[in-house]
């Protein structure tokens, strides 16, 4: 079947039939995490809008390179070109250096990643490990006369990029309504233009993380990282930039600016971003109140829950909406979601029960075009559960003995509904892998014991004492009985 992919471009505000650059590969960059915050769902639906564009770029048979960065340095308070950086107050409040809370948060980001079945990036660059390659865009741009020192600190020249450019065309602003929206707080910013933005700043006696560089010791601008990082490992012209809807301005508008005046060219062919996350009605923020973390759904540990939602329920219910709308959090959808979830694992387990008939009830070719159309329109997830569901009902009919495939058309449309839901939504029961581990716990402690009660039979007084004293110190107790043992979990 030939597949045509259709994406919604933020950059034309048209929905776009992809091409990527080379036939066989694709280039795909998405803004990752500033790491100063326990990961939330506003961490979530990112990583999964370009968790399931990547799995089906890979199962359209390209080979992509899928880079997410982690931005560890130079994203201040407000996002604004002055303010603390947000990683180095984290590091002051808790008195850590702020290395050490990049890593804490960079692990923790990918534990939780890892439970929503979030595939890892080709390359997880970090923002402070390409100082150099930002110092040589900052020069690069300041050689073809686009950008200004002051005082030791070096800012994009906008006005002087709109004349030839439009400054504004991915977020649909020009720089007239700009100079309105964006004002000094205290009128005594040393930029030209309000609108202009730091590419390297001389950092305050009391920054902390700072380097060396031909105009102070200082740090990169946030936007700088993504414009050298994605031009290092997809080269001056890749396919697709990613990320939420926050970063479309200004975080994205100047990476397009930088870009086009280093390379002549804008960087990605696509935009794609992803729309955002309210909790009953709210935009999410700490100052709401109504803050849930990714560890507080999985535990239920948040006033505002009822109870605990799996990994797998945020990431079906997340996938239940398209990624260009919004959605809304509430107990009532999650449930919901849960419920859904719920019954499309129990069809998958009774598709393993399915036997043929000797005749096929319905078309399993239409059903496939079906699942594919979805995919193809925008990454059309609702429609495309929509038809899973669909698949379900048949399951559930031919199990009822209503409805039949032949052999050939049975195997055909198991591997079809595996492939959407295994691979491409990367949905997995959770229930079954939790109670398959246990199962192998249980083998694996029954096997220890026997082995203890061997080593007893050949007076081996050592190895028995020793089997029982580690196992205990995990946690285990253990009872001889004349029959043999019996044990538990403290
Ligand atoms: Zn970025």
Redesign the pocket.
């Known amino acids: 079947m030939e597949n045509t992919l259709v994406i919604y471009n933020s950059l034309t505000r048209k929905k776009e039939t992809f091409t990527s650059i080379h036939p066989k590969h694709v280039g795909l960059y998405v803004?990752g995490p500033t790491v100063y915050g326990d990961p939330h769902l506003g961490h979530a639906r990112p990583a999964i809008t370009f968790d399931l564009l990547f799995r089906y770029l890979e199962h359209l048979g390209y080979k992509v390179r899928y880079v997410r960065?982690i931005t560890d340095v130079g994203h201040l308070e407000a996002d604004a070109d002055d303010g603390e950086d947000k990683i180095a107050k984290k590091a002051r409040l808790e008195k850590l250096e702020p290395m050490e809370v990049v890593q804490y948060y960079s692990d923790r980001y990918h534990e939780f990643m890892d439970a929503l079945n979030v595939k890892k990036p080709s390359i997880e660059p970090r923002a402070s490990g390409h100082i150099i390659e930002q110092l040589q865009l900052v020069k690069d741009i300041l050689d073809k006369g686009y950008a200004y020192e002051c005082n030791g600190s070096v800012y994009f020249d906008v006005e002087k990029y709109n004349k030839e450019h439009h400054y504004g065309k991915l977020s649909g602003r020009n720089i007239d309504d700009l100079l309105s929206t964006t004002r000094d707080l205290d009128g005594q910013s040393e930029k030209k233009k309000s609108y202009d933005f730091a590419l390297w700043k001389k950092a305050a006696p009391e920054h902390i993380m700072r380097w060396p560089s031909p105009y102070s010791e200082g740090f990169p601008g946030w936007h700088l990282e993504?414009s050298a990082m994605s031009a290092k490992y997809l080269g001056e012209e890749f396919d697709i930039h990613g990320?939420g809807m926050d970063?479309l301005f200004p975080?994205h508008e100047c990476?397009i600016a930088q870009s086009t005046v280093a390379n002549g060219h804008a960087p990605a062919h696509y935009w794609m971003h992803n729309n955002m996350i309210t909790i009953n009605g709210q935009k999410m923020g700490k100052s709401l109140g109504n803050f849930i973390t990714l560890e507080e759904f999985f535990t239920g540990s948040n006033d505002l829950l009822e109870k605990a939602y799996s990994p797998m329920t945020i990431r079906f219910f997340i996938l239940q909406a398209q990624y260009r709308s919004t959605v809304d959090f509430s107990n009532e959808a999650l449930q919901a979601a849960e419920k859904g979830f719920t019954r499309l694992m129990e069809g998958m387990n009774n598709l393993e029960k399915v036997k043929p008939g000797d005749n096929s009830s319905f078309d399993v070719a239409a059903f496939k075009a079906k699942c594919y159309a979805a995919l193809n329109d925008d990454l059309n997830s609702p429609i495309l559960i929509a038809q899973l569901f669909d698949g379900v009902k048949q399951i559930n009919n031919m199990i009822a003995g209503t409805a039949n495939l032949t052999e050939e058309d049975l195997t055909a449309f198991k591997t079809l509904m595996r492939s959407m839901v295994e691979d491409i939504l990367a949905l997995k029961n959770e229930a079954a892998s939790s109670a398959g581990q246990n199962e192998l716990l249980g083998n694996v402690i029954d096997l220890m014991l026997q082995l203890r009660m061997d080593a007893k039979k050949n007076k081996d007084w050592a190895t028995a004492d020793r089997i029982r004293d580690e196992l205990q110190n995990m946690g285990l107790i253990i009872k001889d009985t004349k029959d043999g043992f019996e044990w538990e979990i403290k």
């Open positions: 803004c960065n993504c990320g970063l975080h990476e």
